[in-house]
């Protein structure tokens, strides 16, 4: 089993930054593929950015060039750090973890998922 507990969300201002952070219980088995999605109000979840196992890294076009994913393997924690942080980045951002993903933003290959940190950006 995995546990994934998200922490970091707040209220910015746009051009600002923060950086979200996940900790995760469990085998790494489980978590060798760990990704951020998003979800707006009204609108359908969708994937923000992905790490694999051995570091390497995937964006959305939306994020690429002010989102940065990296993971502390010895805290156990997923980061995002968001910078330059527009209004449609509002979001409830989640964290997700699988043994392996077919695509990054395939939803159902993410076994495990956190409660969700909530982001908001005002203009």
């Known amino acids: 089993q995995v546990m994934l507990v998200e922490s970091g969300g707040g209220s910015v201002q746009a051009g600002g930054s923060l950086r979200l952070s996940c900790v995760a219980f469990g085998h790494p088995y489980y978590m060798d593929y760990m990704a951020w999605f998003r979800q707006a109000p009204g609108k359908e979840r969708e994937w923000v950015a992905g790490r694999s196992g051995d570091g390497t890294t995937y964006y959305a076009d939306s994020v690429k060039g002010r989102f940065t994913i990296s993971k502390d393997n010895v805290k156990n924690t997923l980061y995002l750090q968001m910078n330059l942080l527009k209004p449609e980045d509002t979001a409830m951002y989640y964290c997700?973890?699988?043994?392996?993903?077919?695509?990054?933003?395939?939803?159902?290959?993410?076994?495990?998922w956190g409660q969700g940190t909530q982001v908001t950006v005002s203009s």
């Open positions: 997700a973890a699988a043994s392996f993903v077919r695509t990054w933003d395939g939803e159902s290959d993410y076994k495990y």
